[in-house]
């Protein structure tokens, strides 16, 4: 495979460079202390993917600039300064790192809840810069026993809730994009009904900004609150609606804020400065050490992920966001994928039609698996020209019929996902499912019963079911010093065996022509995941 470029555009942690200069596959081009006029008339159209920050836009110029980027990494949560529309109709999928930064994220919450409680820094400045000793004057309130209400129940949220029971708090969460018994799980409680959450003691948010979240507390809102309730933002600035927010802090209805975000920043003149029943932060939300070598790490590793076409980690323009999953469903999109490039490299043939079936929860993202499934077979014969943004295009180009189908859940399996490829030698029928939280097998191959764990290279041997056939599909794989990790059989109604074998090794013309050689041999093929 010939080196492909990653451009890091902003600064980041040296261990997520080292990642990158690490790796043989990838040139890297260490691009933050370029001017941006350089960086986009003159790096941007050398990289494969680009790794930005903050401090670079990925607006019109430097998509007009971007001829060969095939994904473009977003070191951090935020993407306000990412064009994601105009980077889809370029195929171009972005990718963000939102979970790197969980722990500072989670951490800083608590800290703005404890500083308002006990009003921390107030006392801590009436005694370390005024040098005034009044112990009276610092009467706070106890989390014990306190009602906190969290929107939405994410990577974040969920923290702060299990922390929040760690002091005995009466937890509460509401995210209508959640099944309910992820906080029941974990014993808080949940509700569908958002005025449930106005009536808690202490408000935090944890949500993305959207459409949906901008301004989501506003003056009603604060007005159905009770009295002295305590509201945090540590998430995005917006989501509290900045003008009822300082009127509910003057007015006393708002006993304190725990802000880190502003709509806008910086926020040096920001009329909640000049109040004393704040608490504030310049956005430190992901400033600890911590976090910003993992932001880097994963940050660069996505980046490799992407430049060799291997996946596109936490991608905003999928068809549908990642982080917005429930967990059971992300190792089925990943199996699928599997299943589809699996099926078209045993098939090796020109593709007609990708039909998806799906029977059990899973069936409610038959439409992304589709998606992902179309990506899996389409990566065969395209490589790093596919991808999520451009692949249902790309196969309608091509003239491949893709469907998918809903089967009643009547498989024995929880859940079950299938791929039926059409080619112009046949067609090939794949079905996986997932055991418990992420263990990935293939269970049926056309007719045959398996348990195949779809990882490494296999090799695929059809035969007449008589003896003696196990025994010298060993001896071929000794004589060419293949080590077999692996071997399962499957048998059907008609005298015929598939055996799938995963070898240590690389498959040799040697190795399938000794193969077809025996004489119980129907097909032999291979293929790698």
């Known amino acids: 495979m010939s080196k492909k470029t990653i451009v890091v555009c902003d600064h980041i942690h040296q261990d997520g460079l080292d990642v990158l200069a690490n790796d043989s596959d990838i040139e890297l081009i260490n691009a933050a202390d370029e001017p941006k006029d350089k960086l986009v008339s003159e790096i941007i159209s050398l990289a494969d993917v680009a ?97 906190l209400g969290i929107i939405g129940f994410g990577n974040i949220g969920s923290r702060v809730g299990i922390r929040a029971k760690a002091f005995e708090m009466d937890v509460l969460a509401y995210d209508p994009y959640i099944d309910p018994v992820k906080a029941t799980d974990l014993d808080i409680g949940y509700t569908k009904h958002f005025g449930d959450i106005l009536a808690c003691d202490i408000i935090t948010i944890h949500t993305p900004k959207n459409s949906e979240t901008i301004g989501i507390i506003g003056k009603e809102e604060i007005a159905k609150m009770k009295d002295g309730v305590i509201l945090i933002n540590c998430a995005r600035g917006g989501l509290y609606d900045e003008n009822a927010l300082f009127d509910g802090l003057t007015s006393g209805k708002i006993a304190m804020a725990g802000i880190d975000v502003f709509d806008k920043e910086p926020a040096t003149n920001h009329p909640l400065l000049d109040l004393n029943n704040v608490t504030v932060t310049p956005h430190l939300g992901a400033n600890t050490k911590e976090s910003q070598k993992n932001i880097a790490i994963q940050a660069a590793e996505n980046a490799i992920a992407a430049a060799k076409g291997i996946s596109y980690p936490n991608a905003l323009n999928l068809p549908i966001k990642e982080n917005e999953l429930p967990d059971f469903v992300r190792p089925y999109l990943e199996l699928i994928q599997k299943i589809g490039h699996l099926s078209a490299q045993v098939t090796k043939s020109a593709v007609k039609s990708i039909k998806v079936t799906a029977s059990g929860p899973v069936v409610e993202y038959l439409e992304s698996m589709s998606t992902f499934a179309t990506v899996g077979v389409l990566t065969e014969s395209l490589g790093d020209q596919i991808n999520y943004v451009n692949a249902e295009f790309v196969a309608q180009e091509r003239g491949i019929k893709i469907s998918t189908e809903k089967k009643s859940g009547n498989s024995g ?108 041999c129907i097909s032999v093929s291979y293929a790698s995941i």
Not at 53 to 72: G, H, M
Not at 439 to 467: A, H, S
């Open 51 to 147: 790794i930005t920050r903050s401090s670079t836009d990925v607006d019109e110029a430097f998509l007009a600039s971007a001829s060969k980027i095939t994904a473009v990494v977003r070191a951090g949560v935020g993407v306000d300064n990412v064009d994601i529309q105009g980077s889809s109709k370029q195929g171009i999928v972005i990718m963000n790192v939102p979970t790197a930064n969980t722990i500072a994220a989670v951490e800083l919450t608590l800290t703005h809840m404890l500083s308002c409680v006990r009003q921390f820094p107030y006392a801590h400045n009436n005694l370390k810069i005024d040098r005034v000793w009044r112990r009276q004057d610092w009467y706070g309130t106890e989390l014990k026993g306190k009602k």
């Open 413 to 520: 399996f929880i859940n079950k996902v299938c791929v039926k490829l059409t080619t112009n030698q046949g067609t090939i029928s794949i079905a996986g499912t997932v055991f418990g939280d992420s263990v990935q097998r293939i269970i049926e191959i056309d007719d045959y019963i398996l348990d195949v764990e779809p990882k490494g290279t296999m090799i695929f041997f059809r035969n007449t079911d008589t003896p003696g056939v196990i025994g010298d599909v060993g001896r071929i794989m000794a004589e060419n010093d293949l080590n077999i990790s692996d071997f399962r059989l499957g048998r059907d109604n008609n005298q015929q065996a598939l055996a799938v074998v995963r070898i240590d090794g690389q498959v040799t013309k040697e190795v399938i022509s000794a193969l077809q050689a025996l004489d119980a």
